[in-house]
T-cell receptor, first 113, second 113 residues
Framework: GENVEQHPSTLSVQEGDSAVIKCTYS??????FPWYKQELGKRPQLIID?????GEKKDQRIAVTLNKTAKHFSLHITETQPEDSAVYFCAASMDSGNTPLVFGKGTRLSVIA | AAGVIQSPRHLIKEKRETATLKCYPI?????VYWYQQGPGQDPQFLIS???????DKGSIPDRFSAQQFSDYHSELNMSSLELGDSALYFC????????????FGNGTRLTVT
């Protein structure tokens, strides 16, 4: 089955700096890659997703890049703000069929004001 | 917009008791997923349903069972509870299966004493 590795497990950045979180996946058949943000004690919330037919997607301060050949994808947050502090999970699944999302272990991002 | 509704929000049970968690997906969503999240861990996939039929099975213990009803709501039944079952249980729904964004409920925090 799919295995998703996520790095780093913790990340501290100064407010206004950029943050990058990287994930690798094992199943070359996976082609849907969402990112979720989870604040303490709350539900995971989808912040951005990318499919294998594109290499990059951007939404304001958030961008995701995908390298299908290398089987890795990354989340980039620019101009970080204290409210960006949370745990971020990457995930992977196939774009069809019954396969559920497999999550990475998460990255705890702390933005220091 | 309507979101995924889970009940109860909190549940305290003793060892060997049973518990039932309920999930009401977003209207028109045909797929329901159950995830278990321990403290500081990533969500672990338990089981999913598509159009009221079991779709995929993850790390769900034999002591647990689930079903999806004709109105698309789902219930997770947990028997012979163990201390290790204490966790946040999330239900998520999507329109379609693989490759569709998952929308999570606020979760049920189960504490087994």
């Amino acid at each position: 089955g799919e295995n998703v590795e996520q790095h780093p497990s913790t990340l501290s950045v100064q407010e206004g700096d950029s943050a990058v979180i990287k994930c690798t996946y094992s199943d070359s058949a996976s082609n849907y890659f969402p990112w979720y943000k989870q604040e303490l004690g709350k539900r995971p919330q989808l912040i951005i997703d990318i499919r294998s037919n594109v290499g990059e997607k951007k939404d304001q301060r958030i961008a995701v890049t995908l390298n299908k050949t290398a089987k890795h994808f990354s989340l980039h947050i620019t101009e970080t703000q204290p409210e960006d502090s949370a745990v971020y999970f990457c995930a992977a699944s196939m774009d069809s069929g019954n396969t559920p999302l497999v999550f990475g272990k998460g990255t705890r991002l702390s933005v220091i004001a | 917009a309507a979101g995924v509704i889970q009940s109860p929000r909190h549940l305290i049970k003793e060892k060997r008791e049973t518990a039932t968690l309920k999930c009401y997906p977003i209207p028109r969503h045909d797929t329901v997923y159950w995830y278990q999240q321990g403290p500081g861990q990533d969500p672990q996939f338990l089981i999913s349903f598509y159009e009221k039929m079991q779709s995929d099975k993850g790390s769900i213990p034999d002591r647990f069972s689930a079903q999806q009803f004709s109105d698309y709501h789902s219930e997770l039944n947990m028997s012979s509870l163990e201390l290790g079952d204490s966790a946040l249980y999330f239900c998520a729904s999507s329109l379609g299966r693989g490759g569709s964004p998952l929308h999570f409920g606020n979760g049920t925090r189960l504490t087994v004493t």
